[in-house]
């Protein structure tokens, strides 16, 4: 008997264990509300300490605006925020607005979590006329809109204006094209202390998620990401297989170092300047501004196909169980107001979504002396990162499928056409 | 085997409500848990729509997922190469560490250093040793002649995360066996120096066979750990988008539950972990019955 409940103690404890990294979170409250009385709504978000600080500033202005509506604000880090959200939508609880990545909207839009915006829009026909179209794009669906941007991002290339001086590099041109980015990658990947060993990299960007690199150079090629009905993953096809081969060859000419390698220099190798380049979006420009780096901005380069990039938004959605639904619009109608986005664009991390807010020195006049015209410029050859049903269990799918290749330790195409049936395996799962 | 004071007329009260918080907790912590996992096994859910009744299908997609097998059998690997390596480093280090050696208070204290230190600061030191271009290791060894490798690339992963997860245990089964060690009568080895028996001897004649209740228990505790194992193994090999290219058996129970909106395969999978960890449970009490010597 004793040996018995010995045995299931050590079960239930290890069972218990396995749900250990969860991180429940439990703090919410749901805001009663009658007619004119103060009702007190959640907002939750992932972010940074330093968003979290502007948050609270919106936050502050609107209640200041609206003083009838408490907004109680929660943000944790990208991993727990969707942890955190899953447990509290399961148990009944959810926050009455939440923030969205744009590539998640379907998964949570066609499970019945979102509530339809579209009669509030109708109520405020203004609201969306001076938002960039490109931004709008993921959240519209055939009813209308379950979600709205709150700000968007296009990758561009950084690159570091004092490395370049060094080597005696000139700086990338508006129209220079992805064999122009290797050749110069190429002049400023550099061993300096003669052991050998690579000291200098010429590029440095993440080959995990299709938002940094993969998809522009696909698209860039002529290829495509997935079928329009979200049915078939075109990345194993003749057009993007060339954008496959380029990246490979980054990798095998040394030009980029293996994810693998890169670990060893923390999360950012441009900012721990060991590359003298990078694709990423407006987020990482505090960071580097930060790190001293001596930034210059350039589009992302051109393909056989022309240029492209990737434009995607992270956005704002109430859920469908709001007690307060009325309130939670009220704070986005808010958030996405000039004032709002003021705010945000003088937080630096991302590019508002309203033109008016974007085109005037708010955003343009921010510290580091970038050229801010180049993300906006870049709208105009973007597509929208995709959005579809099972994104991360594709994205997980691809990304760790193609790792091996980019440690060199597996070959792309036969690899490649496992990924692909993998792929294609998920996509079939979430129809 | 039953042993220690019965307890009597009203310690009987104290004794129950002395322990009811615990038994609250276990019941509806942990049992509940174990019974909801189960339950929701045999569910499809994403956590938003309700769950609609799934029979087996959860347990037969289990053989079909490509990306759980490969989970499984990582845990499966990483439990076969570190119950052992624990066993026998922490044992050799015990018995070692019971001489009348030159600070032995200080040796002692090293090797269980890695025991109270964070997982996640000495996976970021690990980092550093693995590193290929600039790391510790590979530095070491170009110096001796040996071409350096990529530690944390996908092929050498497993064994890199072995190794720190070893380094991280022998402490604790180090203080498990010395207090085994301790309990050992000094009159067996003075009688067996007696009656001629040679060091070699005496450790497997007198020592090893009284320490089999301490070695059944290092065992135990662990697979336990092996079969949980997630932090280091997470710090070392963790990718962008959340990935890890050594993925075990939590990772994929996590991932799926949280980030797939595969809440019933989840359980199916934390159950079948479950259940082998029950059987290597019985296999363990069986050699018990017949290995295990207590005095």
Same mark, same amino acid.
């Given at each position: 008997?004793k040996?018995?409940?010995?045995?299931l103690?050590?079960?239930s404890?290890?069972?218990?264990?396995?749900a250990?990294?969860t991180?429940?979170?439990?703090?919410?409250?749901?805001g009663?509300?009658?007619a004119?009385?103060?009702v007190e709504?959640?907002?939750?978000?992932?972010?940074a300490?330093e968003?979290?600080?502007?948050?609270g500033?919106v936050?502050h202005?609107?209640?200041?605006?609206?003083p009838n509506?408490?907004?109680k604000i929660?943000?944790?880090?990208w991993?727990?925020?969707w942890t955190?959200?899953n447990?509290?939508v399961?148990?009944g609880?959810p926050p009455?607005?939440?923030?969205?990545d744009?590539?998640?909207y379907l998964?949570?839009?066609?499970?019945?979590?979102l509530?339809n915006?579209?009669p509030?829009?109708d109520?405020?026909?203004d609201?969306?006329?001076?938002v960039?179209p490109q931004t709008?794009?993921?959240?519209k669906?055939?009813d209308g809109?379950?979600?709205?941007?709150r700000?968007?991002?296009?990758?561009?290339v950084?690159?570091n204006k004092?490395m370049?001086?060094t080597?005696?590099?000139?700086?990338?041109?508006?129209?220079?094209?992805?064999d122009?980015?290797?050749?110069?990658a190429?002049k400023l990947t550099?061993?300096?202390n003669?052991?050998?060993?690579?000291?200098?990299y010429?590029l440095?960007?993440?080959?995990?998620?299709?938002e940094l690199?993969?998809s522009e150079t696909i698209?860039a090629?002529?290829g495509?990401i997935i079928?329009?009905?979200?049915?078939?993953?075109l990345?194993?096809?003749?057009?993007?297989r060339?954008?496959?081969?380029y990246i490979?060859?980054?990798?095998?000419?040394?030009i980029?170092?293996?994810?693998a390698?890169a670990?060893e220099?923390?999360?950012?190798l441009f900012?721990?300047?060991?590359a003298?380049m990078t694709?990423?979006g407006h987020w990482a420009?505090?960071g580097?501004?930060?790190?001293g780096?001596?930034?210059?901005?350039?589009?992302?380069?051109?393909?056989?196909?022309?240029?492209?990039?990737?434009v995607n938004s992270?956005?704002?959605?109430l859920?469908k169980?709001?007690?307060?639904?009325?309130?939670?619009?009220e704070?986005?109608k808010?958030?996405?107001?000039?004032?709002?986005?003021?705010?945000l664009?003088?937080l630096g991390?991302?590019?508002?979504?309203?033109?008016?807010?974007?085109?005037?020195?708010?955003?343009?006049?921010?510290?580091g002396?970038?050229d801010?015209?180049?993300f906006l410029?870049?709208?105009?050859?973007?597509?929208?990162?995709?959005?579809f049903r099972?994104?991360?269990?594709w994205?997980?799918a691809v990304?760790?499928?193609?790792?091996?290749?980019?440690d060199?330790?597996?070959?792309?195409?036969?690899?490649?056409?496992?990924v692909?049936?993998?792929?294609?395996d998920?996509?079939?799962?979430?129809? | 085997?039953?042993?220690g004071l019965?307890?009597?007329?009203?310690?009987?009260?104290?004794l129950w409500?002395?322990?009811?918080?615990?038994?609250?907790?276990?019941l509806f912590?942990?049992?509940?848990?174990l019974l909801?996992?189960l339950?929701?096994?045999?569910?499809d859910?994403?956590?938003?729509t309700p769950?609609?009744f $799934? &029979? /087996?299908?959860?347990y037969?997609a289990l053989?079909?997922? !490509?990306?759980?097998l +490969?989970?499984?059998?990582n845990?499966?690997?990483?439990?076969?190469?570190?119950?052992?390596?624990v066993?026998?480093i922490s044992?050799?280090?015990?018995v070692m560490?019971?001489r009348?050696?030159?600070?032995?208070?200080?040796f002692?204290t090293?090797?269980?250093l890695?025991?109270?230190?964070?997982?996640?600061a000495t996976a970021l030191v690990?980092?550093m040793?693995?590193?290929r271009?600039?790391?510790?290791?590979?530095?070491v060894?170009?110096?001796?002649?040996i071409h350096g490798?990529?530690?944390l690339c996908t092929?050498n992963a497993?064994?890199?995360?072995v190794?720190?997860?070893?380094?991280?245990?022998?402490?604790?089964?180090?203080?498990i066996?010395? $207090? &085994? /060690?301790?309990?050992?009568?000094r009159d067996?080895y003075? !009688?067996a120096t007696v +009656?001629?028996?040679n060091?070699?001897q005496?450790?497997f004649?007198?020592?090893?066979?009284?320490?089999?209740?301490s070695?059944?228990f290092?065992?135990l505790?662990?697979?336990?750990?092996?079969f949980q194992?997630?932090?280091y193994?997470?710090?070392?090999t963790r990718?962008s988008?959340?990935d890890s290219?050594v993925?075990?058996a939590?990772f994929s129970?996590y991932r799926?539950a949280f980030h797939f909106?595969k809440?019933g395969d989840?359980?199916?999978?934390a159950?079948q972990?479950?259940?082998?960890?029950?059987?290597?449970m019985?296999?363990?009490f069986w050699?018990e019955r017949h290995?295990v010597v207590?005095?």
């Amino acid at each position: 008997m004793k040996k018995m409940l010995f045995t299931l103690l050590i079960a239930s404890l290890l069972l218990a264990a396995c749900a250990a990294p969860t991180q429940t979170g439990t703090e919410t409250t749901g805001g009663g509300g009658e007619a004119g009385a103060p009702v007190e709504i959640t907002f939750m978000m992932w972010g940074a300490p330093e968003e979290q600080v502007v948050w609270g500033e919106v936050v502050h202005d609107f209640h200041a605006a609206n003083p009838n509506i408490n907004v109680k604000i929660e943000v944790s880090d990208w991993d727990s925020y969707w942890t955190k959200l899953n447990t509290l939508v399961a148990g009944g609880t959810p926050p009455d607005v939440f923030a969205m990545d744009a590539p998640l909207y379907l998964d949570w839009q066609s499970r019945g979590a979102l509530l339809n915006l579209q009669p509030y829009l109708d109520k405020n026909p203004d609201m969306l006329t001076d938002v960039y179209p490109q931004t709008l794009t993921a959240y519209k669906l055939g009813d209308g809109y379950y979600g709205l941007p709150r700000d968007f991002q296009t990758i561009v290339v950084f690159y570091n204006k004092d490395m370049f001086d060094t080597a005696g590099v000139p700086y990338p041109s508006e129209d220079w094209t992805y064999d122009d980015l290797k050749e110069t990658a190429k002049k400023l990947t550099l061993d300096t202390n003669g052991d050998g060993k690579t000291d200098q990299y010429g590029l440095w960007t993440d080959t995990w998620d299709m938002e940094l690199f993969w998809s522009e150079t696909i698209w860039a090629y002529g290829g495509n990401i997935i079928s329009d009905d979200h049915t078939k993953t075109l990345i194993g096809e003749p057009d993007a297989r060339k954008a496959w081969e380029y990246i490979d060859g980054l990798y095998k000419d040394g030009i980029m170092p293996m994810p693998a390698t890169a670990g060893e220099y923390g999360d950012d190798l441009f900012q721990a300047k060991v590359a003298a380049m990078t694709t990423i979006g407006h987020w990482a420009v505090p960071g580097y501004v930060q790190a001293g780096i001596n930034i210059g901005i350039a589009p992302m380069p051109t393909g056989s196909a022309g240029r492209a990039t990737s434009v995607n938004s992270a956005g704002f959605v109430l859920s469908k169980d709001s007690k307060n639904p009325d309130a939670a619009f009220e704070f986005v109608k808010f958030a996405i107001s000039p004032a709002g986005q003021k705010r945000l664009a003088q937080l630096g991390f991302a590019i508002p979504i309203l033109k008016s807010v974007a085109t005037s020195d708010d955003y343009l006049k921010q510290p580091g002396d970038l050229d801010q015209q180049v993300f906006l410029s870049a709208l105009d050859y973007s597509h929208t990162k995709p959005v579809f049903r099972g994104y991360e269990e594709w994205s997980s799918a691809v990304g760790d499928g193609l790792a091996p290749v980019w440690d060199g330790e597996a070959d792309l195409d036969p690899t490649l056409d496992e990924v692909v049936k993998a792929a294609d395996d998920i996509l079939a799962q979430n129809k | 085997m039953e042993y220690g004071l019965k307890p009597l007329g009203q310690e009987k009260t104290w004794l129950w409500a002395l322990l009811l918080p615990t038994l609250i907790g276990l019941l509806f912590g942990t049992i509940g848990s174990l019974l909801a996992t189960l339950l929701l096994s045999f569910f499809d859910w994403d956590l938003i729509t309700p769950a609609t009744f $799934a &029979g /087996l299908s959860n347990y037969l997609a289990l053989f079909q997922n !490509a990306k759980y097998l +490969d989970a499984f059998s990582n845990t499966i690997l990483f439990t076969a190469m570190y119950v052992p390596l624990v066993v026998v480093i922490s044992l050799f280090l015990a018995v070692m560490l019971n001489r009348r050696i030159f600070a032995r208070g200080f040796f002692r204290t090293v090797y269980f250093l890695p025991t109270v230190t964070s997982a996640v600061a000495t996976a970021l030191v690990w980092n550093m040793i693995y590193g290929r271009d600039t790391g510790l290791l590979n530095f070491v060894l170009e110096r001796v002649g040996i071409h350096g490798v990529c530690w944390l690339c996908t092929n050498n992963a497993m064994l890199a995360v072995v190794i720190v997860n070893v380094w991280g245990a022998i402490g604790e089964g180090m203080i498990i066996f010395l $207090a &085994g /060690l301790t309990a050992i009568p000094r009159d067996y080895y003075e !009688a067996a120096t007696v +009656d001629g028996a040679n060091e070699p001897q005496q450790f497997f004649r007198i020592t090893l066979p009284l320490l089999t209740p301490s070695i059944l228990f290092q065992i135990l505790i662990s697979a336990i750990n092996a079969f949980q194992a997630y932090d280091y193994i997470y710090m070392l090999t963790r990718r962008s988008g959340g990935d890890s290219s050594v993925p075990v058996a939590v990772f994929s129970i996590y991932r799926n539950a949280f980030h797939f909106f595969k809440m019933g395969d989840a359980s199916a999978q934390a159950i079948q972990l479950a259940v082998l960890v029950a059987v290597f449970m019985l296999v363990l009490f069986w050699w018990e019955r017949h290995f295990v010597v207590y005095e």
